[in-house]
């Protein structure tokens, strides 16, 4: 059911904690499945992410590709972070199941979310950057409506 990866970074995240006085912040959640990302960043003052932690309330999936997305941004630049997308999360775990998938959408946008905060502090535009859903699913009620 779940790779070996997946496994080892739920039964041994790494990263885990917060970090005081954090670059950014960002936490988004899934209402539906009830689990919620807090990414915490430690960004130098020439863009290079120094520290990264997490805190996650929600299944070993969600714990695992929390741990894995902080192994994939720490000492990256802000733009290499911005590349990090939730398949690049999947792909490092060796794949999730189809209906885990959305554990690693929340990976991308917590990541997302806190550079954000970063730039909304520091008063700077990250190219591609948008702002984030604080609920991975926000406007999917609206579209269901539509059909």
């Known amino acids: 059911m779940y790779s070996e990866k997946v496994m080892d970074h739920f ?3 790494r990263n ?5 006085n954090a670059s ?3 936490t988004v959640g899934n209402a539906k499945c009830g689990d919620i990302m807090r990414i915490f960043l430690d960004i130098s003052d020439d ?5 990264v932690k997490f805190k996650t309330f929600g299944c070993g999936a969600a714990v695992a590709t929390s741990s894995m997305a902080t192994e994939l941004v720490k000492g990256k630049t802000v733009q290499e972070a911005m590349q990090v997308t939730n398949r690049a999360v999947m792909e ?5 199941p189809p209906v885990k998938v959305h554990c690693s959408l929340l990976a991308e946008e917590a990541i997302h979310a806190a550079l ?11 190219e591609g950057l948008e ?4 609920d991975i699913h926000e ?4 579209e269901e409506e539509e059909y």
Do not use: N
């Not at 490092?92 to 999730?96: E, H, P, S, T, Y």
């Not at 406007?139 to 609206?142: H, I, T, V, Y």
């Open 139 to 142: 406007g999917e009620e609206q």
């Open 47 to 51: 863009g290079i992410i120094r520290d």
């Open 116 to 126: 954000w905060d970063y730039a909304q502090k520091k008063g700077i535009v990250i």
């Open 24 to 26: 950014g912040v960002g």
């Open 92 to 96: 490092a775990l060796d794949g999730l």
């Open 16 to 20: 885990v904690g917060e970090i005081e």
């Open 11 to 13: 039964e041994h995240p």
């Open 131 to 134: 702002k984030p859903k604080s």
